[in-house]
C-alpha cells in the first residue's frame, strides 16, 4: 500500500506549508485590523463600491455628529450673545451636579468661567494635580464650636490670634505639676496633632479649649485638617478664599473636603469642555470640510450652523432643503416618522436616540448634516474615500484569503498529527532526540526560544502601533496611520513564521510523546514522585544518609539564620559538621569503589577475582561478601556447565559416528538399486526420495557434529593468509547451477585488488558456502542476489544481500540460532545450522558477523582485518625459504 502521506517528503511540504499559511493567516488579520474603517462593512456581509455606501461612511458619520452637538452644548454653557464670555458665572454645586452653567451664585460657592479656565490651563500644562495632601500646603487648623459649628484658620491665622491676645489656649493643670506653654500646643496641632488626644494623661485633658480676651469659651477642641486642600490661585466670587466660604456660608460650614473635591472636579470638566469648544469650532469651520451641518432649538428659536447662509432659523426648511441637494444626508426630528436620509441601511431610532443624548434640547430640535460625495476639500471624509478607493476592493480577498489560510492551517496540523511519528518503513512509532528530553524541559526550551526574540519583535510592533495609532475618532489621523501601517504587517508575519515553527516543534514532539505514552512517564515531576518512592521503600537501607543530610542542613541553615560571619562558635561548628559530612562521604565513595570494582572484575569473567575486606565496615562489608560469594558461586557454575557441554559433545559425536554407520550403507544400496535400471517409474520415485532423504540426513549429521565442535572450542584452526576476492569467485562459481534452477541472478561487485585475510581456508569456505546457501535457498525466484567486496586499509568487508521469498518472522539474533529457520522453511532442506555455524566459525576466526533486516531484505556482512602488504611479503618469503 503506498503511504506517502506519511514520507519525509510529504512532512517536510506540510511543515514548509504550514508556515507560508501561518504567515499568510496573520498577515491578513493584521491587514483587517490595520484598517479600521473598512472593518465594518467586512463584516456587514456586504462590499460597497463606494465609501459613502460603505458602513465606514455611516460610522464616521455618526462620529463627528456626536463631536459636533458636544461643541454646541459647550457653546450653551461659554457663550454669551454668540461669544465666548469670561465673565459667566460658574456655580461650582450647580456644575458639578448637573453640568450646567446658568449665570448665577445659588450655592454661594461661585467662581468665574474665565478663571477656572485659566486654572484648569495653569494645571493641564505643569502635569500637576489641583488636590494634594495637605502636608504640602500651609496647614488648617479646625475648630469646633460648642454649638457643633465650625471654624477654619490657616494656621499663621490662628498663630496671629494667640500671640495678638485676640484668642488663648485654656489649659489645666496636671498631677505632674508640669507648665504647659502655647507654643508647645501650637507645635503640636502644626504636626498634625488634636487637642484632646496629643494632650492628654492619665488623669485630666491638659487642653481645654480656646477663650477670647474677655475669657469666653469660643471653641471646645482644634485639630489639625486632615483631608485634601487646594493651592488657590483664583479667590472664589465674593470671598477672599475657599475657608472664607466654609466658615460664614452655613451651607458649607464643616464641609471643606467636599468644596475641594467639588471644585477640583469642575476644574477637570472645564478643561474638556474647553477643548471639546476649541477643536469643534475648528475642525468643522466652513471651507475646511466637507460637511455641513444644522442643529435647530425650535423651542429657543437658535440655529447652530457651520454654513452661514444656513443661520436664519425662519428659513429653517429652506435650509433643509438646501442640505438635502449634498451628495449624502440625512434629517433627524423628534419624530421618526420625520426622518430622512439617501444614505442606506440607517436607523432612524439610533439617530433619534444620538441626537437626543448628546444634544442639548431633547424634544425641540432637528438636526441636519450633509456630505459633498465628491470630496472637494482634504478633509477626514477625503482621506477616508481614497483608502476605501485604495484597500476596500482587497479588503473581502483578503479577510477570505486569511479565512481560507486559517481553515488549511487547521487541517495540515490534523494531518501532521496524524502522521507525527510514522514513516514508510513501517508501523513503528519512532521518536527523535528531541522526543527523549524530559517532557517540562522541552517545553521550558520551546516556550524560552519563542518568549524571548517574539518579546523584542512584538514590542517593536506595539511600539509602531502605539506609537502611532490615533484616537478612532480622529478619522483623518487613522487615515495616515493606515497608509503607513505596512512595517507592521510584515514584522507580524515574521513573528508568525518563527512562531509557528516553534510551535510545531513543541507540538509535534508533544503528539509523539502522547502517542508512546512518555508524556508522563519520562517527566521530571514522575521522575521526583519515583525518587520519594524509591526514598520510603528503601528507607531502611538510606535512613542514614537521610537524617545525615537534614542535619547537614539543620546546622547550615542555623548558622546563616545565626549570622555565621559574625558568631564565631556557629562558623566553628558549620566547619565542624563539613569535614565530619566529607570524611564519611569520602569513605563511603571509597568503599563503593571498591565493590564497584569486584563487580567489574567478576562480571568481565574473572569469577576467581576478591573484593578486599580491609576498612570495610557494616552494609559495605556485608554487600563486598556477597560479592565475593557470588564469584565463588559463578565460578562452580561455570565448572559444572562446561563439564555438561563436554558431555553433551561427546554423546553428539558418538550418536553421529553411530548414524554414520548405517546411512553409509542405506545410500550405498539406493546407489546398487539405481543401478539395476529398474524400469518401473513408481520404484524410480521411491528411490529418488530416499537417496533425497539420506543425503539430507547425512548434512544433517555433520552439521550437528560440526556446530558441536564449534560451540565446544573443540576445533583447530590453520591460519593463513587467504585472498577473499579468489574465494568469492570460486564459491559464485559452485553455486552458480543452483541459482539458475531458482531463476536468480548474482551481481557481484569484486575490486580489482587482492583483499588478504589471516584465516583457516576451509573454515572460511565453509562460512561462505553456508552464506550462499541460505541465499539458493530463501531467495524469492526471479530476483537478483548482490555480493559485495571492499576493501579499506584496515578491513575487508563482504556482503550478500537478497529479497527473502517468505516474510521474516523474526529477528536477526534468532536467526543465528540452532535449528531455527522461517516457518515455510521447515519444508525445504536443510538443518537449521546453517548460519549458526557460520557465524560462530567467523568468529573463532578473528572476524565479525552481522544480520541486518529490513522488511523482506536479507544482508549478512562479515569483516575480517585486513593483512598489510608488508607482513603479506614476509609470510610468503618465509614460506619460500
Known amino acids: 500500500m503506498n503511504q506517502w502521506y506519511k514520507a519525509n517528503l510529504t512532512k517536510g511540504i506540510l511543515i514548509v506549508a504550514e508556515h507560508v499559511l501561518a504567515v499568510v493567516t496573520v498577515a491578513s488579520l493584521v491587514w483587517v485590523l490595520t484598517y479600521p474603517a473598512l472593518m465594518g462593512d467586512l463584516f456587514s456581509g456586504h462590499a460597497a463600491r463606494r465609501f459613502e455606501d460603505s458602513t465606514a461612511f455611516s460610522g464616521q458619520l455618526q462620529s463627528a455628529t456626536s463631536e459636533i452637538l458636544e461643541g454646541i452644548g459647550t457653546r450653551g454653557l461659554f457663550e454669551t450673545e454668540g461669544k465666548f464670555d469670561p465673565e459667566r458665572v460658574v456655580d461650582i454645586k450647580e456644575f458639578y451636579e448637573n453640568n450646567k452653567i446658568s449665570n448665577e451664585n445659588d450655592s454661594g460657592l461661585a467662581y468665574r468661567l474665565g478663571d477656572l479656565e485659566k486654572w484648569a490651563e495653569e494645571s493641564a500644562y505643569s502635569e500637576g494635580r489641583i488636590l494634594s495632601e495637605n502636608d504640602s500646603q500651609e496647614p488648617i487648623i479646625v475648630c469646633k464650636r460648642s454649638d457643633g459649628t465650625f471654624r477654619y484658620y490657616y494656621f499663621t491665622q490662628?498663630?496671629?490670634?494667640?500671640?495678638?491676645?485676640?484668642?488663648?489656649?485654656?489649659?489645666?493643670?496636671?498631677?505632674?505639676?508640669?507648665?504647659?506653654?502655647?507654643?508647645?500646643?501650637?507645635?503640636?496641632?502644626?504636626?498634625?496633632?488634636?487637642?484632646?488626644?496629643?494632650?492628654?494623661?492619665?488623669?485630666?485633658?491638659?487642653?481645654?479649649?480656646?477663650?477670647?480676651?474677655?475669657?469666653?469659651?469660643?471653641?471646645?477642641?482644634?485639630?489639625?485638617?486632615?483631608?485634601?486642600?487646594?493651592?488657590?490661585?483664583?479667590?472664589?466670587?465674593?470671598?477672599?478664599?475657599?475657608?472664607?466660604?466654609?466658615?460664614?456660608?452655613?451651607?458649607?460650614?464643616?464641609?471643606?473636603?467636599?468644596?475641594?473635591?467639588?471644585?477640583?472636579?469642575?476644574?477637570?470638566?472645564?478643561?474638556?469642555?474647553?477643548?471639546?469648544?476649541?477643536?469643534?469650532?475648528?475642525?468643522?469651520?466652513?471651507?475646511?470640510?466637507?460637511?455641513?451641518?444644522?442643529?435647530?432649538?425650535?423651542?429657543?428659536?437658535?440655529?447652530?450652523?457651520?454654513?452661514?447662509?444656513?443661520?436664519?432659523?425662519?428659513?429653517?426648511?429652506?435650509?433643509?432643503?438646501?442640505?438635502?441637494?449634498?451628495?449624502?444626508?440625512?434629517?433627524?426630528?423628534?419624530?421618526?416618522?420625520?426622518?430622512?436620509?439617501?444614505?442606506?441601511?440607517?436607523?432612524?431610532?439610533?439617530?433619534?436616540?444620538?441626537i437626543q443624548y448628546n444634544g442639548p434640547?431633547?424634544?425641540?430640535?432637528?438636526?441636519?448634516?450633509?456630505?459633498?460625495?465628491?470630496?472637494?476639500?482634504?478633509?477626514?471624509?477625503?482621506?477616508?474615500?481614497?483608502?476605501?478607493?485604495?484597500?476596500?476592493?482587497?479588503?473581502?480577498?483578503?479577510?477570505?484569503?486569511?479565512?481560507?489560510?486559517?481553515?488549511?492551517?487547521?487541517?495540515?496540523?490534523?494531518?501532521?498529527?496524524?502522521?507525527?511519528?510514522?514513516?514508510?518503513?513501517?508501523?513503528?512509532?519512532?521518536?527523535?532526540?528531541?522526543?527523549?528530553?524530559?517532557?517540562?524541559?522541552?517545553?521550558?526550551?520551546?516556550?524560552?526560544?519563542?518568549?524571548?526574540?517574539?518579546?523584542?519583535?512584538?514590542?517593536?510592533?506595539?511600539?509602531?502601533?502605539?506609537?502611532?495609532?490615533?484616537?478612532?475618532?480622529?478619522?483623518?489621523?487613522?487615515?495616515?496611520y493606515s497608509y503607513n501601517a505596512m512595517p507592521g504587517i510584515v514584522r507580524s508575519g515574521i513573528v508568525a513564521a518563527y512562531t509557528c515553527g516553534l510551535f510545531l516543534i513543541g507540538y509535534m514532539s508533544l503528539v509523539r510523546r502522547i502517542k508512546a505514552r512518555t508524556v508522563w512517564n519520562n517527566s521530571i515531576v514522575k521522575g521526583l514522585f519515583s525518587f520519594v518512592k524509591q526514598l520510603f521503600v528503601n528507607m531502611h537501607f538510606v535512613w542514614k544518609t537521610v537524617i545525615l543530610f537534614f542535619m547537614f542542613g539543620f546546622v547550615h541553615w542555623l548558622a546563616v539564620l545565626s549570622g555565621a560571619i559574625v558568631n564565631w562558635f556557629w562558623f566553628l561548628v558549620m566547619l565542624a559538621v563539613e569535614a565530619v559530612a566529607f570524611i564519611y562521604l569520602v569513605r563511603m565513595s571509597i568503599t563503593r569503589q571498591k565493590i564497584r570494582s569486584g563487580i567489574e572484575h567478576i562480571s568481565a569473567g574473572e569469577v576467581n577475582y576478591k573484593i578486599p575486606l580491609d576498612g570495610l565496615?557494616?552494609?559495605?562489608?556485608?554487600?563486598?561478601?556477597?560479592?565475593?560469594?557470588?564469584?565463588?558461586?559463578?565460578?562452580?557454575?561455570?565448572?559444572?556447565?562446561?563439564?555438561?557441554?563436554?558431555?553433551?559433545?561427546?554423546?553428539?559425536?558418538?550418536?553421529?559416528?553411530?548414524?554414520?554407520?548405517?546411512?553409509?550403507?542405506?545410500?550405498?544400496?539406493?546407489?546398487?538399486?539405481?543401478?539395476?535400471?529398474?524400469?518401473?517409474?513408481?520404484?524410480?520415485?521411491?528411490?529418488e526420495v530416499l537417496e533425497a532423504k539420506a543425503q539430507r540426513l547425512k548434512t544433517l549429521t555433520e552439521d550437528v557434529v560440526e556446530a558441536s565442535k564449534v560451540s565446544s572450542g573443540n576445533i583447530t584452526l590453520d591460519l593463513m593468509n587467504i585472498n577473499l576476492v579468489e574465494m568469492i569467485q570460486q564459491t559464485s562459481g559452485e553455486f552458480e547451477e543452483k541459482f539458475t534452477e531458482r531463476n536468480l541472478n548474482e551481481v557481484l561487485n569484486l575490486?580489482?585488488?587482492?583483499?588478504?585475510?589471516?584465516?583457516?581456508?576451509?573454515?572460511?569456505?565453509?562460512?561462505?558456502?553456508?552464506?550462499?546457501?541460505?541465499?539458493?535457498?530463501?531467495?524469492?525466484?526471479?530476483?537478483?542476489?548482490?555480493?559485495?567486496?571492499?576493501?579499506?586499509?584496515?578491513?575487508?568487508?563482504?556482503?550478500?544481500?537478497?529479497?527473502?521469498?517468505?516474510?521474516?518472522?523474526?529477528?536477526?539474533?534468532?536467526?543465528?540460532?540452532?535449528?531455527?529457520?522461517?516457518?515455510?522453511?521447515?519444508?525445504?532442506?536443510?538443518?537449521?545450522?546453517?548460519?549458526?555455524?557460520?557465524?560462530?566459525?567467523?568468529?573463532?576466526?578473528?572476524?565479525?558477523?552481522?544480520?541486518?533486516?529490513?522488511?523482506?531484505?536479507?544482508?549478512?556482512?562479515?569483516?575480517?582485518?585486513r593483512v598489510a602488504k608488508a607482513a603479506e611479503n614476509e609470510e610468503g618469503q618465509g614460506e619460500t625459504n
Open 361 to 480: 434640547a431633547k424634544e425641540n430640535f432637528v438636526y441636519a448634516v450633509g456630505v459633498d460625495t465628491s470630496y472637494p476639500i482634504q478633509d477626514s471624509f477625503y482621506s477616508q474615500n481614497q483608502i476605501y478607493e485604495k484597500y476596500g476592493s482587497r479588503m473581502q480577498g483578503i479577510a477570505i484569503l486569511g479565512l481560507a489560510a486559517a481553515i488549511l492551517f487547521l487541517a495540515g496540523i490534523v494531518w501532521l498529527t496524524i502522521i507525527a511519528g510514522r514513516n514508510i518503513k513501517d508501523e513503528e512509532l519512532h521518536l527523535n532526540w528531541f522526543d527523549r528530553w524530559k517532557t517540562e524541559l522541552a517545553a521550558a526550551i520551546v516556550i524560552l526560544l519563542w518568549i524571548g526574540p517574539v518579546l523584542l519583535v512584538g514590542r517593536g510592533i506595539s511600539d509602531y502601533f502605539v506609537g502611532q495609532i490615533p484616537d478612532y475618532s480622529d478619522t483623518y489621523a487613522l487615515a495616515v
Open 617 to 687: 565496615k557494616g552494609e559495605q562489608l556485608m554487600l563486598a561478601e556477597r560479592v565475593n560469594s557470588i564469584g565463588e558461586g559463578l565460578d562452580a557454575a561455570l565448572e559444572e556447565s562446561m563439564k555438561s557441554e563436554r558431555l553433551k559433545t561427546d554423546l553428539i559425536t558418538n550418536v553421529s559416528h553411530d548414524i554414520k554407520t548405517p546411512l553409509t550403507s542405506i545410500i550405498n544400496y539406493i546407489d546398487l538399486l539405481k543401478m539395476e535400471h529398474l524400469e518401473d517409474p513408481k520404484i524410480q520415485r521411491y528411490l
Open 751 to 865: 575490486p580489482e585488488e587482492e583483499a588478504i585475510i589471516h584465516a583457516d581456508g576451509r573454515r572460511m569456505w565453509r562460512v561462505l558456502e553456508n552464506i550462499y546457501n541460505n541465499a539458493a535457498k530463501y531467495a524469492m525466484e526471479r530476483t537478483r542476489i548482490y555480493a559485495d567486496l571492499s576493501v579499506t586499509e584496515m578491513t575487508v568487508i563482504f556482503s550478500l544481500k537478497n529479497i527473502s521469498d517468505q516474510p521474516l518472522n523474526f529477528t536477526a539474533d534468532e536467526l543465528t540460532e540452532r535449528f531455527l529457520r522461517g516457518d515455510v522453511s521447515r519444508s525445504t532442506e536443510g538443518s537449521g545450522l546453517g548460519l549458526s555455524i557460520a557465524k560462530s566459525l567467523t568468529t573463532m576466526q578473528g572476524g565479525t558477523f552481522d544480520l541486518y533486516l529490513d522488511g523482506d531484505l536479507f544482508k549478512v556482512t562479515i569483516t575480517f582485518p
Open 158 to 354: 490662628l498663630e496671629k490670634l494667640i500671640n495678638d491676645g485676640e484668642l488663648s489656649f485654656v489649659i489645666a493643670s496636671n498631677s505632674n505639676g508640669e507648665e504647659i506653654t502655647s507654643d508647645q500646643i501650637l507645635y503640636e496641632l502644626r504636626s498634625g496633632g488634636r487637642s484632646e488626644v496629643m494632650y492628654s494623661t492619665e488623669t485630666e485633658s491638659r487642653f481645654k479649649g480656646l477663650q477670647n480676651r474677655e475669657g469666653k469659651i469660643e471653641f471646645i477642641d482644634c485639630w489639625n485638617y486632615d483631608g485634601y486642600q487646594i493651592d488657590e490661585k483664583y479667590a472664589p466670587i465674593g470671598a477672599a478664599n475657599l475657608l472664607e466660604i466654609a466658615n460664614d456660608n452655613a451651607n458649607w460650614n464643616g464641609k471643606l473636603n467636599d468644596i475641594f473635591q467639588m471644585l477640583e472636579s469642575s476644574i477637570y470638566t472645564v478643561y474638556d469642555y474647553t477643548q471639546t469648544y476649541e477643536t469643534w469650532e475648528s475642525n468643522w469651520r466652513e471651507g475646511d470640510t466637507n460637511l455641513v451641518y444644522l442643529y435647530a432649538d425650535t423651542a429657543g428659536r437658535k440655529v447652530y450652523t457651520n454654513k452661514e447662509e444656513l443661520r436664519d432659523f425662519n428659513k429653517l426648511e429652506e435650509s433643509l432643503k438646501i442640505i438635502s441637494k449634498s451628495g449624502k444626508y440625512l434629517i433627524v426630528k423628534p419624530k421618526l416618522s420625520d426622518f430622512s436620509s439617501n444614505i442606506d441601511n440607517e436607523d432612524a431610532s439610533t439617530w433619534k436616540d444620538l
